[in-house]
């Protein structure tokens, strides 16, 4: 299996993942020809795609939803209270599959396992990706995380997870006070330090690779990020022990990010 974050933060995410014959991608945040040319960057053309797995209705997630469902006859995989949500963004889309939280769905080569989030939308979801033994977990748009997502995510060999803000740079970057409240309320955007400790908590000899992503351009910088969940992940190395070597990459708005692949012995 691997993957790829084509983009993320608050203009636009997608990514994308391949496993077996099976290419999907998590949200379609961009325009379709955007999509395209972030896909080609890494060597996937777009009438390649099997599906698009859509986590909520904010315009970040779906903006090329549509276009690219309609264009290439793709399956889109939408809980109902999101497709209610976004009837008009999704609409004239000739393929559903219906997802909810708690129920799983093979769909091709993976099996994919919805859970809840805690997000100001109408069911916002996060994904593990299952194809044969390599998981892949995808966590972002969540004010915080619970026992449920940590069992969720737990085993996964690769996660991608919101690392959203930091507190003193949201409370002195000068967005207006209803919003900064939004971004760090239950239902808004994880921050840094709170990603940290849950990767602590997540963390195991098996997981490979986490992207820190939907990082705030104004809220946040990509230095500090990471800087934060190094920082955190050294000062628990005791409790995280020897064998954990997970890498850890960044998800930026404007360029591709890394292609990872999961299941992969270092030689
Ligand atoms: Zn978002
Ligand atoms: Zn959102």
């Given at each position: 299996m691997r993957f790829c974050v084509l983009g993320s933060g608050s203009k636009g995410n997608s990514t994308f993942i391949e496993a077996g014959e099976t290419r999907i991608l998590?949200?379609?945040?961009?325009s379709g020809v955007e999509i395209e040319r972030r896909l080609a960057a890494i060597?996937?053309?777009?009438?390649s795609l099997s599906g698009i797995l859509v986590s909520h209705e904010h315009s970040d997630h779906i903006r090329g939803v549509r276009i690219l469902a309609r264009r290439f006859n793709l399956p889109v995989l939408v809980s109902r209270a999101t497709k209610t949500a976004a009837a008009k963004e999704l609409s004239r889309i000739e393929q559903w599959l219906e997802i909810a939280p708690g129920c799983d769905l093979t769909f091709m080569d993976i099996d994919i396992h919805p859970f809840a989030l805690s997000h100001d939308a109408a069911e916002p979801l996060g994904f593990v990706i299952r194809h044969r033994d390599l998981l892949l977990g995808y966590c972002t748009d969540t004010g915080i995380v619970s026992r449920l997502m940590q069992h969720r995510l737990?085993?996964?060999?690769?996660l991608v997870l919101e690392c959203n803000h930091d507190p003193e740079m949201l409370k002195n970057?000068?967005?207006p006070q209803p919003l900064q409240q939004r971004i760090r309320s239950h239902e808004g955007h994880l921050a840094n330090v709170d990603a940290a400790g849950f990767l602590v908590d997540l963390?195991?000899?098996?997981?490979e690779h986490v992207v820190l992503a939907h990082?705030?351009?104004?809220?946040?910088s990509h230095e500090l990020a990471l800087a934060t969940v190094t920082d955190y992940l050294r000062e628990h190395a005791g409790a995280i022990g020897d064998s954990c070597r997970v890498m850890i990459s960044l998800a930026h708005q404007d360029r591709v990010g890394e292609v990872v692949c999961l299941g992969q012995d270092p030689a």
């Open positions: 998590i949200d379609a945040g961009f060597g996937v053309g777009i009438d737990a085993g996964c060999h690769g970057g000068g967005y963390i195991h000899d098996g997981l990082i705030s351009e104004t809220n946040n």
